[in-house]
């Protein structure tokens, strides 16, 4: 059994440093060499798991093949890695309470005082270790979302320090990221907030070893000597991390300073240049397009990027295996009607109605779908957004006037969505839905088969409602097919349009499976075809 390794990335200074993003170049650079590598993410907060939290707050819930609602880094770690995630990958607050409070009530702390120190923090070291009692891994990376200092965090620390005290020095490491702001005014970096930072981890006794430094300037050699000296860490540890252009440039830049080197160092393995050839063909495609296309992705958190992170990202993994820079315009389904459709839509190459829930902006969404069935612009409906197009089409071509899903009217004549049969009796709202990988048999023939290439395929869900079966033969016998049905149950989970020349609706979530190496078929296609419109409309305009 390989004695494995743990890494901890903590933040301070300020939230949103990028702590995800560092944590997967980091295991990008070291999968590179050859290690065996896994990431996790600890959430300090006390829900069970981002699934009932409103994107809004958190942005998306990703979703796991084992069915886990979990934060959005492991998306980061996902496409970054090309590996699959898990529930184990991601661990709340609320998870490590409910967890020790079953076992309390379960007998098993014998009569003892239940309490965070040793409890508490037994079952956070505990979750840490399940990957390497596994004796799969060389290296555990551990990201503990939050900022140090917030009393969240705290139990969090203590589990690293007595990690760190526990098992020693060179087999748990610390990255400590910060900000290094600059002062316009003074025309200064300034060093002073990620002293403080460093000092606040060790008052919870807990040195950092390394120190990534968020800037958006060069750290100069002076800087780089004031942050080692100032906060116990040699000068190769303090690796800056400057703005990237892209996420995808952060593996390169983190190897430019050498952060792999210096964990591997200090962790006594053997540093080896890492194989990043597909990365970086990927990354030259991605900056060196030969076309641009534009794409409206329709939903309603719009001005939230996170909130169709997987989407955006899967975006630009299709659109550099196609050489081609995808310009997403988001726009916001409730401002969407009859009148301004035309207007809105009309300059798109593509178009893709997004996953969602509740009545909110989807009456916008069913004229977008009409708008480009009609005018045969290739479209593409995820989840919510096929659910949409089942609607549209219901209404539109069938004239089953106010058909809807139960979701919007419980009181539609025509239910052409509705809730499913294994939904009907669950009242909790938490992990609940339909969730995790689920097979799908694709019929030959169709626009799906040539897309996947195979009959066979697994997808990732996140849903209560499905196609109601009983207008399933009408809505077929209109030209709308069922290309993908689920083996056991029979539900549908493709659908698309004979009659035009890119329109395909899933009721899973194609987007959580796409990687850097592996982008998913469903976007490279989708975006083949918007391409393949925009060259077409181009030449006709240049024709008359
Ligand atoms: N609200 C719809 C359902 O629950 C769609 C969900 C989604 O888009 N993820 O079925």
Not at 65 to 72: I, V
Not at 266 to 288: S, Y
Not at 415 to 439: F, H, Y
Not at 445 to 460: D, M, N, V, W
Request: some cysteine; overall charge negative.
């Amino acid at each position: 059994m390989p004695n494995t390794k743990y890494v901890f990335v903590t933040g301070g200074v300020s939230s949103s440093l990028g702590k995800g993003i560092v944590a997967a170049s980091l295991a990008k650079l070291l999968q590179a060499q050859g290690y065996k590598i896994t990431i996790q993410k600890l959430d300090p907060y006390i829900n069970i798991d981002p699934g009932t939290l409103n994107p809004y707050e958190h942005g998306e819930c990703f979703v796991t093949d084992d069915g886990a609602e979990t934060d959005l880094d492991l998306g980061h770690y996902e496409r970054f890695l090309n590996v699959s995630t898990s529930q184990a990958n991601n661990v709340t607050t609320g998870r490590i309470y409910q967890s020790v409070i079953d076992k309390e009530r379960r007998g098993e702390f014998l009569g003892k005082t239940v309490q965070v120190i040793p409890h508490i923090t037994n079952e956070i070291k505990e979750r840490v270790q399940i990957f390497g009692k596994t004796g799969e891994y060389d290296i555990v990376i551990t990201e503990i979302g939050g900022t140090v200092g917030d009393i969240e965090s705290l139990p969090y620390v203590e589990a690293v320090r007595q990690m760190k005290w526990e098992m020693g020095p060179e087999n748990v490491l610390v990255i400590h990221l910060t900000l290094i702001p600059y002062l316009a005014a003074a025309r200064e970096l300034k060093t002073k907030p990620t002293q403080h930072s460093v000092k606040t981890l060790m008052e919870s006794g807990v040195q950092a070893d390394v120190l990534v430094c968020r800037t958006e300037h060069d750290l100069s050699e002076k800087i780089r000597i004031k942050l080692a000296r100032f906060c116990n860490v040699s000068q190769e540890a303090v690796i800056q991390s400057i703005d990237a252009s892209t996420i995808y440039d952060v593996p390169n830049l983190m190897l430019n300073e050498g952060l792999d080197k210096v964990v591997l160092k200090k962790l006594g393995f053997q540093w080896h240049e890492p194989q990043l050839d597909q990365w970086n063909d990927f990354l030259d495609r991605h900056k060196n397009p030969l076309n641009t296309i534009k794409i409206g992705l329709i939903g309603k958190y719009v001005e939230l990027q996170d909130s169709y992170k997987s989407i955006l990202e899967a975006f630009i993994h299709a659109g550099a295996v196609n050489s081609t820079r995808v310009e997403v315009e988001c726009i916001h389904s409730e401002t969407l009607a009859s009148k301004n459709i035309e207007s809105l839509l009309s300059h798109l190459h593509g178009v893709v109605v997004a996953p969602g829930f509740g009545e909110r902006g989807i009456e916008g969404k069913i004229e977008a779908v009409k708008f480009v069935r009609e005018n045969k612009i290739p479209f593409f409906g995820i989840c919510l957004g096929m659910q949409m197009a089942v609607i549209e089409f219901a209404r539109n071509v069938l004239y089953l006037t106010d058909a809807n899903s139960t979701e919007m009217d419980e009181n539609t004549p025509h239910p052409v969505i509705s809730l499913m049969e294994s939904q009907k009796r669950i009242v909790d709202k938490g992990g609940t839905m339909r969730l995790g990988a689920w097979d799908c048999d694709i019929q030959q023939g169709t626009l799906a088969f040539e897309t996947y290439g195979k009959t066979s395929i697994k997808e990732r869900h996140r849903h209560r409602y499905e196609f109601n079966d009983q207008y399933r033969k009408l809505i077929n016998d209109a030209g709308m097919i069922a290309s993908g049905t689920n083996p056991e149950t029979g539900l549908v989970e493709i659908i698309e349009l004979k009659d035009h020349p890119w329109f395909v609706g899933v009721q899973y979530h194609p987007e959580y499976k796409s990687t850097v190496a592996n982008p998913h078929p469903l976007f490279v296609n989708f975006i083949k075809a918007a391409l393949h419109y925009a060259l077409v409309k181009k030449n006709t305009k240049v024709l008359n």
